[in-house]
């Protein structure tokens, strides 16, 4: 599935697991990759993500009108333990880009966060008042701070994504329908509740906001808040599976390393009075979702 566009896309991390799929969605598109390449690919290209002499040598080949900076340091735990590399990739790098596409005259798109904790709304406004509990929260609303401090024609994103695919069977999503697969039983917590939206929904609505020059904060969420316990029952309800192996746990109980915010809700009714974009409904998302996988399974069988 691609949607056609006339502008020019450069994704930076398109071999990891939003940038990959946007890679796949969108027309026009060139991507970046750091570690492994499984296969050629020509509009696949290495760079190391410091090295802002190469990403010059790349854009003049390039040319692109957009850039996507899908590279991150997303696991919240090892970021508290390894603060100095969350730092860098989640604050440090989204600056340097950003201060990068403003000289070259670059429409800048960032992927923020909902890693946060919301002080004031039952879902998070963009222009409500924020606390961090972690490392990674800290480091993500500085490159939030930093970008719009430096740029007016860039977009900053908040949002959490979902998809599946077997390419990254590592996610909690894929190893969740794998163990309840095997009859294995599984838990998710039912006290912390977020707004997931689908990444073929993300990116159609990117790609109208790029279409209608928007710039500045914005929450790319779907309408509904929703436990991680309840979602990935849907989820699971979707793929056949066995619901009653899935059990409900409180995360006050998990023994995480990195505190966690229990409510991540955002607030999209900023994005829909815009007018650009209608979110599907967190169902449909996953209906979409899972037909995309299904259709991708029979084109590897052909092939």
Known sequence: MCYLQV??????????????KLFELLEECHGTYYKTLTGPNLRLHYLEFSNLVSLQNLVDEIEPA????????SNVDQCEFFPEKNWRLNSWLPFEL?????????????ISTDHFLNLSQPKLKEENPV?????YGLAKLSAEKSILSLSSNAIIVRTNFFHFDKNFASTF?????????????????????????????????IVQLIHWNFSGLINVSSSESISKFHFHG????????????????????????????????LDN???????VYKMPSIQDMIDTELKTLERSGLEQNEE
């Open 7 to 20: 502008v020019k896309y450069l994704v930076l991390g398109a071999t990891g697991l939003l940038g990959s």
């Open 66 to 73: 957009v850039i996507i900076n899908c590279i991150g340091f």
């Open 98 to 110: 950003a201060k990068f596409c403003a000289v070259q005259s670059i429409k800048f798109v960032h």
């Open 131 to 135: 606390e961090v509990v972690n490392q």
């Open 173 to 205: 999503i894929d190893k969740l329908l794998n163990d309840n697969l095997h009859s294995k039983t599984t838990s998710s917590f039912n006290d912390v509740f977020f707004t997931p939206v689908s990444t073929t929904a993300f990116c159609e609505c």
């Open 234 to 265: 849907l989820i699971l309800k979707s793929f056949g599976g066995n619901l009653e192996i899935h059990k409900p746990v409180s995360i006050n109980f998990a023994n995480l390393d990195a505190p966690r915010p229990k409510n991540m809700s």
């Open 269 to 275: 009714s900023f994005l829909k009075s815009l007018g």
